[in-house]
T-cell receptor
Framework: GDSVTQMEGPVTLSEEAFLTINCTYTATGYPSLFWYVQYPGEGLQLLLKATKADDKGSNKGFEATYRKETTSFHLEKGSVQVSDSAVYFCAAGSARQLTFGSGTQLTVLP | GAVVSQHPSRVICKSGTSVKIECRSLDFQATTMFWYRQFPKKSLMLMATSNEGSKATYEQGVEKDKFLINHASLTLSTLTVTSAHPEDSSFYIC????????????FGPGTRLTVL
């Protein structure tokens, strides 16, 4: 089955720093790729998604590009804010079945 | 759009009692709902997939008699933890599949279960 490997955290950055969280996947076929964000005590919110190779998902200043050649979907943001502090999950699959990475805790300091 | 609610958000119960958690899709019909369990600082573990009007499909290692799932309508699925024990304490999250166009899973806010 599919598997997702995510950069281990925790990641601590200063406000306005550049963020990269690495994510790679293995899958049979061509899954859709997702980034979800979880704020403390809450469920997961879909942050962005990409459904095919070279697609770029973007939302709230975050971006990730579906790279088939490197089987990657790295999350980036040019300037993080304190409010971005959360756990970020990479996932692969479809709406029928998702496989999640282990999550990366991000803390942004003022 | 695409809002999923869960109730209750927190529940504390005594060992041996049963607890029911509701998951509702508020503004769309969900033919499929999913139940996940999340341990502290860990990823989500899929417990079961439920389709409206049929029996749930459980993942390997999940006791179907302990975690009863009912998906009675296109907007409601329930998870009942029967004869709960302290090791069942966890964060339970449901999601609902929105099959309209975007075909995405939308997640509920989660339920924190503590079994004393």
């Amino acid at each position: 089955g599919d598997s997702v490997t995510q950069m281990e955290g925790p990641v601590t950055l200063s406000e306005e720093a550049f963020l990269t969280i690495n994510c790679t996947y293995t899958a049979t076929g061509y899954p859709s790729l997702f980034w979800y964000v979880q704020y403390p005590g809450e469920g997961l919110q879909l942050l962005l998604k990409a459904t095919k190779a070279d697609d770029k998902g973007s939302n709230k200043g975050f971006e990730a590009t579906y790279r088939k050649e490197t089987t990657s979907f790295h999350l980036e943001k040019g300037s993080v804010q304190v409010s971005d502090s959360a756990v970020y999950f990479c996932a692969a699959g479809s709406a029928r079945q998702l496989t999640f990475g282990s999550g990366t805790q991000l803390t942004v300091l003022p | 759009g695409a809002v999923v609610s869960q109730h209750p958000s927190r529940v504390i119960c005594k060992s041996g009692t049963s607890v029911k958690i509701e998951c509702r899709s508020l503004d769309f019909q969900a033919t499929t709902m999913f139940w996940y369990r999340q341990f502290p600082k860990k990823s989500l573990m899929l417990m079961a997939t439920s389709n409206e009007g049929s029996k749930a499909t459980y993942e390997q290692g999940v006791e179907k008699d302990k975690f009863l799932i009912n998906h009675a309508s296109l907007t409601l699925s329930t998870l009942t933890v029967t004869s709960a024990h302290p090791e069942d304490s966890s964060f339970y999250i449901c999601s609902a599949r929105d099959g309209r166009g975007k075909d995405t899973q939308y997640f509920g806010p989660g339920t924190r279960l503590t079994v004393l």
